[in-house]
């Protein structure tokens, strides 16, 4: 187990804000040497810069994960600069509009498959076999989510589709990667514990050009301003999770080598349970009357 962090080098993607920049930050305050993979040049400048401390190192690398070039020069800098890597969080990820399947796009499956599933796929291919052929211990965290990983909500197919290719994805590597007698482990992080006030909200905002939404959506996506009113008017108290504690509950399911990392893990062996009960009986595993009026 990869009990001490410091000093081990992290690579970190979609790591300027939210989430990721609680990683970063958590994984600094261990003594690790981080380097930072986001698309928003602004916003990682900032956010390394503000980061860095005497005796901290933190560098950062615009990268976009759709893309497997900017992966391999994303982690060619890494292993240039540190000379190996020892933790790689596949963090990045983006959502499209709720809507019905049919009233979807090909560009919002084309984009959000294209960052959330191919992002993972990328960056496993860039580093994991260095990673492998370094000897040394290592480990791989991909970041998934509850909407699809353990239960989609049906209006968020695009998502939650794309959520729950990254849980298989990780599976499969965790098994692999034992199998083959390697020195490195994976795990599914599933971001938990109450509303996460993050990025994922206004992901529009990197959206490519070339990748527009061909129609307007029926239900334009709301902010996570809008979201709190709606449910302040209708009378429910939300629970928000803080980033950094999420962020070092983390890295302790790391030192544990627990394969799935989560809050409420109770919660989803229930879930989990009644879906395996339903899809025994042939019948759809969401039940329907639990879920949120839309």
């Excluded at 005796?55 to 893309?67: L, P, Q």
């Excluded at 083959?180 to 050009?209: C, H, M, Q, V």
Aim: net charge negative; with cysteine; charged share 20%.
């Amino acid at each position: 187990m990869m009990k001490d962090l410091s000093g081990k080098v992290a690579a970190v993607t979609g790591g300027a804000g939210g989430i990721g920049k609680a990683l970063v930050a958590a994984l600094v305050a261990e003594g690790a040497r981080v380097v930072v993979g986001d698309v928003e040049e602004s916003v990682l400048e900032e956010t390394t810069a503000s980061l860095s401390s005497p005796g901290s190192e933190v560098s950062g690398v615009v990268t976009d994960v759709s893309d497997p070039n900017s992966v391999n020069a994303f982690a060619d800098r890494v292993f240039e600069e540190h000379g190996g890597c020892h933790l790689l969080f596949n963090n990045a990820g983006v959502a499209a509009p709720s809507a019905n399947v049919w009233e979807t796009t090909v560009n919002d499956w084309r984009w959000v498959h294209g960052v959330n599933v191919m992002g993972v796929i990328h960056g496993i291919q860039a580093f994991v076999p260095r990673m492998i052929a370094s000897g040394e211990e290592g480990h791989v965290i991909n970041t998934s989510s509850g909407d699809g990983g353990i239960s989609p909500l049906p209006f968020q197919s695009v998502y939650a589709s794309s959520k729950a290719a990254v849980s298989c994805i990780t599976e499969c590597l965790d098994a692999q990667l034992q199998t083959e007698k390697t020195r490195l482990r994976a795990s599914i992080f599933y971001p938990s514990g109450g509303l996460l006030d993050t990025g994922i909200w206004t992901t529009a905002r990197n959206r490519p050009a070339e990748l527009a939404r061909e129609a307007e959506p029926a239900v334009p996506a709301p902010t996570i301003d809008q979201f709190k009113e709606a449910a302040s008017a209708a009378g429910m108290e939300l629970q928000f999770q803080d980033l950094d504690d999420l962020a070092r509950h983390c890295l302790e399911g790391v030192r544990q080598q627990q394969f799935v990392i989560m809050f409420g893990h109770k919660e989803t062996e229930a879930t989990l349970t009644d879906r395996a009960a339903r899809i025994g009986r042939g019948e759809l595993p969401l039940d329907l009357a639990s879920l949120p009026v839309m």
